[in-house]
Nanobody, 120 residues
Framework: QVQVVESGGGLVQPGGSLRLSCVAS???????MGWYRQAPGKQRDLVAS???????NYAEPVKGRFTISRDNAKNTVYLQMNSLTPEGTAVYYC???????????????WGQGTQVTVSS
């Protein structure tokens, strides 16, 4: 029924590239889709997000290197990661967000995460 499924993680050399994909199923009217990452001992932080009308937001450390894109018809979001550094090593989580009923609150849906390891 409701699923958020990431793919594309793996091991990559510093300076290399990786493309993550996330498909959200069974969720209507998604406003924002985004990618978060969490390294051991650290909090889960936003990497990049994109709204249904194409507005993007990037964390400062990844600006100019990562690109987020979205296919609204497929409820799919991508993260193209270029010029990867060891600091990019983390579990990357996909998030989908929509309005909750008639309230001002939001519903968040999370994938289980995909491991990205940047190492020489």
């Amino acid at each position: 029924q409701v699923q958020v499924v990431e793919s594309g993680g793996g091991l990559v050399q510093p300076g290399g590239s990786l493309r993550l994909s996330c498909v959200a199923s069974g969720i209507f009217s998604i406003y924002t889709m985004g990618w978060y990452r969490q390294a051991p001992g650290k909090q889960r932080d936003l990497v990049a997000s994109i709204t249904s009308d194409g507005r993007t937001n990037y964390a400062e450390p990844v600006k100019g290197r990562f690109t987020i894109s979205r296919d609204n018809a497929k409820n799919t979001v991508y993260l193209q990661m270029n010029s990867l550094t060891p600091e990019g090593t983390a579990v990357y989580y996909c998030n989908a967000k929509r309005r909750s009923g008639g309230s001002s609150s939001w519903l968040n849906y999370w994938g289980q995460g995909t491991q990205v390891t940047v190492s020489s």
